[in-house]
């Protein structure tokens, strides 16, 4: 593992400032209203492999400029393979809005599910999209309204977790292969969960990804998508829930992991090859209103310690549009 470290900004004044040991740092010295030149996407790459999520405060750019921002870092996709509320004449944003959310699965049953299921709207430890057999690159949240307190985000760098486990769990990661699937059961009676339905998304994935820009070997687990019984192929479904819960519980350990507070403004770039990351679960507890919006990178098949892809088992590569 590489040491943290701090820097000076650099000859562009781009100033990379780590805010946790294994991951996340705060950019500064750009103004993303801005095109940002080839020099300065060649930095914050370098500092996004580097720290796995990177923090741009205080930005207050729109729907287009986020945009604008995405595509210098690759061909975005549209908002989900579900979604069909990107705002008007934004295909890519994905608005994460606790009003639409309330609207979408019902007011008054929302809070009974969540507890039913002990999942927060987005689900609890996730890697986006990972029912995909191509799951996105990277994504840019951007927070437009957040609450006074509570609603942080926390992401989790799954290459210092692959590398904390001790060596011969390494081993047996490198070799599995576990499915990922779409539609959790909150979804279930809603408009939404009959779209999902409707169109699954499965995909196996090696266990231990190799990063295709890195090559660092990361323990690419996604609870949100692997959290039912039998999703390690070959393997009975105790022998997968133990195995599963042992590696969920290494990715979140709260040394390899940041704890992001928003400001309206803020926007948050993580490698979604390299991470998984945890939504807020006190939104509801406050009920006050959060909105933010999030674009991804198209992303490439994950490809395992053997060389294999990933496969697909329902569904189809998601793509820019
Ligand atoms: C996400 O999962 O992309 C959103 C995380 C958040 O709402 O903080």
């Given at each position: 593992m590489?040491?943290?470290t701090?820097?000076a900004p650099?000859?562009?004044?781009?100033?990379v400032?780590?805010?946790a040991g294994?991951?996340?740092?705060?950019?500064h010295?750009?103004?993303?209203r801005e095109?940002?030149?080839?020099?300065a996407?060649a930095?914050?790459?370098?500092?996004?492999?580097?720290?796995k999520?990177?923090f741009?405060?205080d930005q207050?750019i729109d729907?287009?400029?986020?945009?604008?921002?995405?595509?210098?870092?690759g061909?975005?996709?549209?908002?989900?393979?579900?979604?069909d509320?990107p705002?008007?004449g934004f295909p890519?944003i994905?608005p994460i809005?606790s009003?639409?959310?309330?609207?979408?699965?019902?007011?008054?049953?929302?809070?009974d599910?969540?507890k039913?299921?002990?999942?927060?709207?987005?689900?609890?430890?996730?890697?986006?999209?990972t029912?995909?057999?191509?799951?996105?690159?990277?994504?840019?949240?951007r927070?437009?309204?957040v609450?006074?307190?509570?609603?942080?985000?926390?992401?989790?760098?799954?290459?210092?977790?692959?590398e904390?486990?001790?060596?011969?769990?390494q081993?047996?990661?490198d070799?599995?292969?576990?499915?990922?699937s779409f539609?959790?059961p909150?979804?279930?009676?809603?408009?939404?969960?009959k779209?999902?339905?409707?169109n699954?998304?499965v995909a196996?994935?090696p266990?231990v990804?190799?990063?295709?820009?890195?090559?660092?070997r990361?323990?690419f687990?996604?609870?949100?998508f692997?959290?039912?019984?039998?999703e390690?192929?070959?393997?009975?479904?105790?022998?997968?829930?133990a195995?599963l819960?042992?590696?969920y519980?290494?990715?979140?350990?709260p040394?390899?992991t940041?704890?992001?507070?928003?400001?309206?403004?803020?926007?948050?770039?993580?490698?979604?090859r390299?991470?998984?990351?945890?939504?807020?679960?006190?939104v509801?507890?406050?009920?006050?209103?959060?909105?933010?919006?999030?674009?991804?990178?198209?992303?490439?098949?994950?490809?395992?310690v053997?060389?294999?892809p990933?496969?697909?088992?329902?569904?189809?590569p998601?793509?820019?549009g």
């Amino acid at each position: 593992m590489t040491s943290p470290t701090t820097s000076a900004p650099t000859d562009l004044g781009i100033d990379v400032r780590p805010v946790a040991g294994n991951i996340g740092a705060e950019i500064h010295g750009v103004d993303l209203r801005e095109e940002l030149d080839d020099a300065a996407v060649a930095e914050i790459r370098a500092a996004l492999h580097r720290w796995k999520v990177v923090f741009f405060r205080d930005q207050h750019i729109d729907h287009a400029q986020q945009i604008a921002f995405g595509r210098r870092f690759g061909k975005l996709t549209p908002a989900h393979p579900h979604e069909d509320a990107p705002p008007e004449g934004f295909p890519e944003i994905l608005p994460i809005d606790s009003r639409r959310y309330n609207r979408l699965f019902g007011q008054a049953e929302v809070k009974d599910l969540k507890k039913k299921f002990k999942v927060t709207y987005d689900n609890g430890w996730h890697t986006d999209v990972t029912a995909l057999v191509n799951p996105p690159a990277g994504s840019i949240l951007r927070a437009e309204i957040v609450p006074p307190y509570g609603g942080d985000t926390q992401w989790t760098n799954l290459v210092a977790a692959y590398e904390g486990l001790p060596e011969p769990l390494q081993r047996l990661a490198d070799g599995l292969r576990a499915k990922h699937s779409f539609g959790q059961p909150i979804f279930e009676g809603s408009e939404y969960g009959k779209k999902v339905k409707a169109n699954p998304l499965v995909a196996i994935h090696p266990v231990v990804r190799v990063h295709p820009e890195t090559g660092e070997r990361a323990l690419f687990v996604s609870p949100s998508f692997t959290s039912r019984d039998n999703e390690i192929i070959d393997f009975g479904p105790r022998q997968s829930r133990a195995i599963l819960d042992l590696f969920y519980e290494q990715i979140s350990r709260p040394e390899y992991t940041v704890r992001f507070r928003w400001s309206p403004g803020d926007i948050a770039f993580w490698d979604n090859r390299a991470t998984a990351h945890l939504g807020p679960s006190d939104v509801d507890i406050t009920e006050f209103d959060r909105v933010l919006y999030r674009v991804t990178l198209e992303g490439d098949v994950p490809v395992g310690v053997d060389g294999r892809p990933s496969e697909l088992v329902a569904g189809q590569p998601f793509l820019a549009g």
